[in-house]
């Protein structure tokens, strides 16, 4: 039976908008609930200190103040953190609210709950607390000096150290005619999203059930990561996550939610915590901050002969239970070699405890710390040969026919044109003129650069919790009025999944998308499942809700067969009906409203259904990754996600070389995520991930003192890009259907962000290649860019 094609492919406005644009979204902070205390919490002023003694009696003596907890307490609730996720890492004991030893500033030592956030506050003002305060590990070079242990019990600072090598690299050198080797590096930023976490949690005494409500990325994973750590059955606790402001990876752990509930079970009443953007700062997932040294040998023809890749990271005071970050480094690992064909590869990787703050997921994952060194090396390698960093790419590039392609360090690559890619964008950005533009420019002291940056974005990974996952379950039902609902444990953090999950149905079931709901956001109603990171939506979810809807239709089709008489197989769905192929006579169709009704509230009929088929009209699939892969094969390679969308990504900027000022004047892509379902959300996503690089790039970087404080805790002194800063962004499209997704689509989330860094770097050095310069580290700020105008460091 052919599918029809209304759903995908069309540029649907988002269904969820309407709420979003009038002020109707609701989220966690909207609720309020009786009797419902407010919880504050005492965060450690000190990076590094050992507590001595707290004494929260002045505190308890304010009215309205409901009850204190401290650490030490807080162990007859409360066992470790569980860990997010666990692989080729050591994991740090470390508890929701600190006991014995803070190793942050911002770490939870004491909460409070009160009547009210503002004696909540006040409260904790009134508390003592004495510290003796340790020697604080802020570099990396401090963490491998070590200048302090974190966790004596380590004997060093290393959480992660994961080698890997495939071939011999330095025979692989030996042979080169060309050999390049740079260290370079990445400052720390976060994700920020417009709402902070917020938790109400809901302990009744009576049921012994608990109600988490908060504002989560995936409520199916909290939920998990709260009975591990709270050691309780899993069915007690419901997570329901409403509407949520953005989560970019930073919305994954449960830390503070867990104080939430062993606040709420300590004294059986509702308690809401709202996280503060000072909070958000100090705690919340933080990302990059590495050093990376790459080496790559060429042959005579420019070809790639090995790559070696030492990665050292600053991964804060823990990478694996406040947040899953410490594996991201694994995700560089494999995918440094990116877009190009590496015959020869060794990597290590090393990440590092400090007492900077907790180290988690950014949009990205490791795939943007892949991205970012080898794509600057690419740009380095063609300036110091005098070639161009185009024609470079082109000879290393991975060839279509060669896909579905194994990188050498294990994942496999499932479709993709980079040749083609590269036309696209060059012809689209009209490079060569731009190119004999800055000759012009350049005459009149006005300096314009064109950088480029090839991008892979791995999407659909398959772990959580130390686990294996590589599945997704979705259920569609249909209601007796003849529409649809489609469950998933997806959850809408802004990319548009109410809109585009209900296009995937329509396009097998023949109906207009707002007759298909999509609920989510509720561990008691909808399959278990791990929620959008990784860009799985488009791999994972989207292929469960295909898969899902068929069993429907197929269901649907025989019992309307059975009806009318008609052999299921000569029926088709098309506009709200099912009707024998092509037939115009009422006898020969059913509505889908006359068919759900029929089935709902006037079973009679159904009693003579065919044996083996039954009434109830709702299918659950659960789609399986045929392509992850978790058993190591024989060099020790696994395979963690199932699509790699491609792009090549061209900024145009202009410095002013009075003020050092970078300013972007436009980014043009060409994209590759498989089948687009809706391509005005895959656009706007590039747009988003873009921005998000450009903070990256030009102006964001969490900033800590030598004795490890955060100094730039606000937006004031935290910049972010503004429509001022994102210039206009052009991407199109090519779509290589992915072979391992039902449909072809591969997810996106992510891309944007991935490339950008290195495309404006690239940018950057192009546009000052009069002055010589090598850009050092990231962000591009003003001040950086005059000095290096001055240095002219460019060997
Ligand atoms: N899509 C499509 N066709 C494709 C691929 C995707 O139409 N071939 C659509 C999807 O159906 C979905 C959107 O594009 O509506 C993104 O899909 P996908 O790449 O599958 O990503 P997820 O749904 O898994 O969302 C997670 C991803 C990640 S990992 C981060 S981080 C992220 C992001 O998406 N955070 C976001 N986009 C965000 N967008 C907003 N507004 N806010 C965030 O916090």
Redesign the pocket.
């Known amino acids: 039976m052919e599918e029809t094609k209304a759903g995908l492919g069309v540029s649907m406005k988002r269904k969820e908008d309407p709420r979003f644009l009038t002020g109707y979204g609701r989220y966690t902070d909207d609720i309020e609930m009786n009797g419902m205390l407010h919880l504050a919490i005492l965060r450690s002023p000190h990076a590094h200190a050992r507590i001595v003694s707290i004494d929260t009696s002045k505190a308890k003596q304010l009215p309205g103040v409901a009850a204190i907890l401290t650490g030490e307490e807080s162990l007859k609730y409360t066992g470790k953190l569980a860990t997010t996720i666990d692989i080729f890492n050591k994991v740090p004991e470390v508890y929701p609210i600190a006991h014995k030893k803070v190793r942050f500033v911002g770490e939870p030592v004491v909460i409070v709950a009160a009547t009210d956030r503002y004696i909540a506050e006040d409260a904790v003002d009134l508390i003592e607390i004495e510290y003796d305060v340790l020697p604080s590990v802020v570099t990396i070079e401090d963490a491998v000096k070590p200048t302090a242990l974190l966790y004596e019990e380590w004997g060093d600072n290393v959480q992660q150290d994961w080698k890997s090598n495939i071939g011999d690299v330095e025979a692989a050198f030996a042979n080169s005619a060309h050999i390049f080797e740079e260290t370079i590096t990445h400052s720390r930023y976060t994700?920020t999203?417009i709402e902070s976490r917020v938790c109400i949690a809901d302990y009744n005494p009576g049921s012994k059930k608990m109600t988490v409500t908060c504002s989560t990325?995936a409520p199916h994973q909290i939920r998990t990561l709260i009975a591990q750590t709270l050691q309780i059955p899993e069915h007690t606790i419901r997570v329901i996550a409403p509407d949520i402001g953005?989560?970019?990876?930073s919305k994954l752990q449960a830390d503070a939610e867990v104080i939430a509930c062993i606040m709420s079970r300590m004294l059986g009443r509702p308690v809401k915590w709202t996280e503060d953007r000072v909070e958000n700062m100090l705690s919340g997932m933080q990302s990059r901050d590495y050093s990376c040294t790459v080496k790559i040998g060429l042959d005579k023809d420019y070809i790639i002969t090995g790559m070696q890749v030492k990665l050292l990271a600053n991964i804060g005071m823990d990478g694996t239970c406040h947040g899953p970050g410490t594996p991201a480094l694994l995700v560089a690992g494999v995918y440094f070699p990116g877009a190009y064909k590496i015959p020869v590869y060794d990597v290590e990787v090393l990440g590092v405890v400090t007492n900077k703050g907790p180290y988690g997921?950014?949009?990205g994952?490791g795939k943007d710390i892949a991205s970012y060194p080898v794509e600057r090396m690419m740009d380095i390698m063609a300036q110091k040969l005098g070639i161009s960093p185009i024609e470079l790419r082109m000879r290393n590039f991975i060839k279509k026919d060669e896909y579905p392609y194994q990188n050498i360090a294990g994942p496999i690559y499932d479709s993709g044109d980079y040749e083609q890619l590269m036309k696209i964008a060059l012809e689209k950005a009209d490079y060569d003129r731009l190119k004999e533009k800055q000759i012009e420019l350049r005459k009149q002291g006005i300096y314009m650069g064109v950088g480029i940056s090839a991008m892979l974005e791995p999407?659909g990974a398959a772990v959580f919790n130390g686990i294996f996952n590589g599945f997704q379950a979705a259920t569609v039902r249909m209601t007796p009025e003849g529409d649809f609902q489609i469950l998933t444990s997806?959850q809408n953090?802004?990319?548009?999944?109410e809109?585009?999950?209900p296009?995937v149905a329509a396009n097998v079931l023949g109906v207009d998308i707002q007759n298909i709901t999509y609920l989510y956001g509720d561990t008691d109603v909808t399959p278990y499942g791990l929620g959008?990171?990784?860009?799985?939506?488009?791999?994972f979810?989207?292929s469960a809700v295909h898969e899902a809807t068929k069993l429907l239709k197929e269901k649907l089709l025989k019992i309307a067969g059975h009806l009318l008489k008609v052999d299921p197989g000569e029926l088709e769905m098309v506009n709200g009906s099912i009707r024998k192929t092509g037939s115009l006579s009422p006898e020969e169709s059913i509505s889908l409203k006359d068919l759900g009704n029929r089935i709902h509230l006037w079973p009679g009929p159904y009693g003579t259904l065919p044996e083996g088929l039954d009434v109830n009209l709702e299918c659950t699939y659960t789609w399986t990754s045929p392509s992850a892969r978790w058993e190591p094969d024989e060099y020790g390679r696994v395979n963690l996600y199932t699509t790699h969308p491609t792009g090549v990504f061209i900024a145009v900027v202009e410095v002013d070389i009075k003020t050092g000022q970078v300013r972007i004047e436009k980014f043009v892509c060409s994209h590759d995520?498989?089948?687009?379902?809706?391509?005005m959300?895959?656009d706007g996503?590039i747009e988003?991930?873009i921005a998000h690089g450009i903070g990256g790039a030009l102006m964001e970087n969490l900033e800590y003192n030598e004795s490890g404080s955060l100094v730039n805790l606000d937006f004031q002194s935290y910049l972010c890009p503004t429509a001022m800063e994102v210039p206009v962004i052009e991407s199109h499209h090519l779509q290589s259907p992915s072979p391992f997704t039902p449909l072809g689509?591969?997810?996106?989330?992510?891309g944007g962000t991935i490339p950008s860094p290195a495309a404006i770097t690239n940018a950057l050095e192009d546009a000052l290649a009069p002055f010589n310069v090598r850009v050092k580290d990231l962000p591009l700020t003003p001040e950086r860019v005059l000095g290096w105008i001055k240095q002219g460091e460019r060997a």
């Open positions: 994700g999203p990325q953005g989560g970019y990876g997921a950014h949009r994952y999407s997806h953090i802004g990319q548009g999944v809109t585009t999950l296009q959008p990171f990784s860009s799985r939506g488009a791999t979810t989207v995520c498989g089948t687009i379902i809706n391509p959300i895959v996503q988003g991930g689509t591969k997810g996106m989330g992510e």
